[in-house]
């Protein structure tokens, strides 16, 4: 008589949530009937969106979404270290800082003093109350305090990817990661074109099948990885790069976001160079605020990240 082949232990995992906007967390719910694929094999333990688990049992695999702002991220994430065979860096604030990292450019003081003591909206100004966690001189990746062995960038990771990340791992195998920026997926046509001027994105009607950066609007994609499927360019928005840079940009010490952009860009309209330069460092707080705060970015020349948002707000004020 045979005998059937023994169940394989499901593999664990936690989830953890630092300073984010939850977005990562909530983007397993976009994963509709397809997590019943994995949910056989995979035993959901502490999850803060799912579970009412405090402490951090032992699990095969721990996901870790948002980036560390705070003493309580810290002691999360090594909490999470501890009990995890094996951690991933769920979506770029955990990878790269995310969108909190733009808070790099101010003191501690002055953004407490912004959100707490100057905030046009709620009186009366008192300070954060002690029980609140005491934030840390700047925000950072979570590479930075604990080991992270994959990284799974993306405001938030594609459905796609995160369930094929959750299938590797119950396959055994490392999830497949293109390293394609956003163009490799967008159907517009990258063309040489008379465009004279930079257009904000709120000029105009673009051309629906033509490359948003040869009608003068600036595009990110070419300098972004596709963690997304380039939701943004197949329906009419230019990429602001929430995915985070390209390994290309990620890993050469002489590339970065707005030379690449500004030489493809003045290849294909006539709008001269020096004048995207000018206006990608301009827009900086918003166009490089995903991966401000990764030290990959802060070792290119984009040290001057500080200067160009300080000269783009005095110009403002
Ligand atoms: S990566 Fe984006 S979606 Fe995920 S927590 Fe950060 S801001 Fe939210
Ligand atoms: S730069 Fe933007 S619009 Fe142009 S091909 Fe790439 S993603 Fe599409
Ligand atoms: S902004 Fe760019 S990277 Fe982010 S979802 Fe849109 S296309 Fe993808």
């Not at 003493?71 to 770029?92: N, P, V």
């Not at 990746?141 to 604990?146: A, C, T, Y």
């Not at 369930?163 to 394609?180: H, I, M, Q």
């Not at 257009?199 to 009607?205: F, H, I, K, V």
Request: glycine letters at 6%; a negative charge; hydrophobic letters at 35%.
């Amino acid at each position: 008589m045979s005998r059937s082949a023994p169940r394989k232990q499901p593999v664990t995992v936690n989830t953890e949530w630092l300073s984010d906007c939850s977005g990562c967390h909530v983007a397993i719910v976009d994963l509709h009937e397809k997590i019943l694929t994995v949910l056989d094999a995979v035993q959901i333990q502490r999850c803060p969106v799912l579970t009412d688990i405090k402490d951090y049992p032992k699990a095969t695999v721990g996901l870790v979404s948002g980036a560390i702002r705070n003493e309580h991220d810290r002691h999360a994430a090594e909490e999470m270290r501890k009990s995890c065979d094996l951690i991933i860096a769920w979506g770029s604030c955990a990878v790269h800082g995310g969108p909190a990292g733009a808070g790099n450019i101010h003191t501690r003081e002055e953004i407490v003093d912004s959100v707490y003591m100057k905030n046009k909206t709620t009186t009366p100004h008192l300070p954060p109350s002690r029980e609140v966690s005491p934030l840390e001189p700047a925000v950072t990746p979570l590479d930075s305090v604990i080991d992270v062995d994959l990284y799974l960038p993306g405001c938030p990771p594609h459905p796609a990817f995160i369930f094929d990340a959750l299938l590797a791992l119950v396959e055994g195998r490392t999830p497949k990661a293109t390293k394609e920026s956003v163009c490799a997926k967008c159907k517009r046509k990258m063309e040489k074109t008379d465009t004279d001027a930079i257009r904000g994105n709120l000029d105009g009607s673009p051309d629906p099948e033509q490359c948003f950066l040869s009608q003068g609007y600036l595009c990110m994609g070419s300098v972004t990885l596709d963690r997304c499927l380039s939701p943004c360019p197949l329906n009419g928005i230019p990429c602001t790069g929430c995915a985070g840079a390209t390994m290309q940009i990620l890993t050469e010490p002489n590339r970065d976001i707005r030379t690449e952009i500004a030489d493809r860009m003045s290849r294909l309209t006539k709008i001269p160079r020096d004048a995207i330069v000018r206006e990608i460092e301009n827009s900086s707080k918003s166009l490089y605020s995903y991966t401000m705060a990764t030290s990959m970015i802060g070792e290119k020349p984009t040290f001057l990240i500080k200067k160009w948002i300080g000269d783009a707000e005095a110009d403002y004020e």
